[in-house]
T-cell receptor, first 112, second 113 residues
Framework: GAGVSQSPSNKVTEKGKDVELRCDPISGHTALYWYRQRLGQGLEFLIY????????KSGLPSDRFSAERTGESVSTLTIQRTQQEDSAVYLCAGNRVWNEQFFGPGTRLTVL | DAKTTQPTSMDCAEGRAANLPCNHS???????VYWYRQIHSQGPQYIIHGLKNNETNEMASLIITEDRKSSTLILPHATLRDTAVYYC??????????????FGQGTILTVHP
């Protein structure tokens, strides 16, 4: 596709359930980032993938959060045992390293 | 990456130039100034970046002071669609810092008729 796509666009879940968020980056974008944006706040970095290098997981807030990426394609962000404080918009971005990042529209997660 | 300071909010009349300031007094020699904006309910969008020279593209101009401690993003003819949160970000390009963006609170720009 022409841009970064994310699915689902909205997700409502019950506290304690697991959720999986998906990101399809632009073809050729070797770097992929996940960010979280709570209501009225700026973006928080979560995790970064670059090719076959070990991902930088330094932004993941707890061990309930994990992410996978196969090669330079789709990435999934998984949140286990969701809590209400996990409610946020989860944004994915990609780029060719050092170039500007292209962001997806985000997944709005609401944990009841 | 250096910290940035931006006004919380600004207003601008449609058709006029919007000048958004950013202070980055602790910027180091290998750090670039990047600007992104986020329109409501959308992901951030890249606008422009620069190191020390002024830059211009189809969206905006970036003016960086000679000492590089501050910069101004200029939208020459603001439209209602330019209403957004504007983020000024300073980051190293190259070396071991791979490009993670550190977003502050940004400036809420409201363009009114």
């Amino acid at each position: 596709g022409a841009g970064v796509s994310q699915s689902p666009s909205n997700k409502v879940t019950e506290k304690g359930k697991d959720v999986e968020l998906r990101c399809d980056p632009i073809s050729g974008h070797t770097a992929l980032y996940w960010y979280r944006q709570r209501l009225g706040q700026g973006l928080e970095f979560l995790i970064y993938f670059q090719g076959n290098s070990a991902p930088d997981k330094s932004g993941l807030p707890s061990d309930r959060f994990s992410a996978e990426r196969t090669g330079e394609s789709v990435s999934t962000l998984t949140i286990q045992r969701t809590q209400q404080e996990d409610s946020a918009v989860y944004l994915c971005a990609g780029n060719r390293v050092w170039n500007e990042q292209f962001f997806g529209p985000g997944t709005r997660l609401t944990v009841l | 990456d250096a910290k940035t300071t931006q006004p919380t909010s600004m207003d601008c009349a449609e058709g006029r130039a919007a000048n958004l300031p950013c202070n980055h007094s602790t910027i180091s020699g290998n750090e670039y100034v990047y600007w992104y904006r986020q329109i409501h309910s959308q992901g951030p969008q890249y606008i422009i970046h620069g190191l020390k020279n002024n830059e211009t593209n189809e969206m905006a101009s970036l003016i960086i002071t000679e000492d590089r401690k501050s910069s101004t993003l200029i939208l020459p003819h603001a439209t209602l669609r330019d209403t957004a949160v504007y983020y000024c970000i300073v980051r190293v390009v190259g070396g071991t810092s791979y490009g993670k963006l550190t977003f502050g609170q940004g400036t809420i720009l409201t363009v009114h008729p």
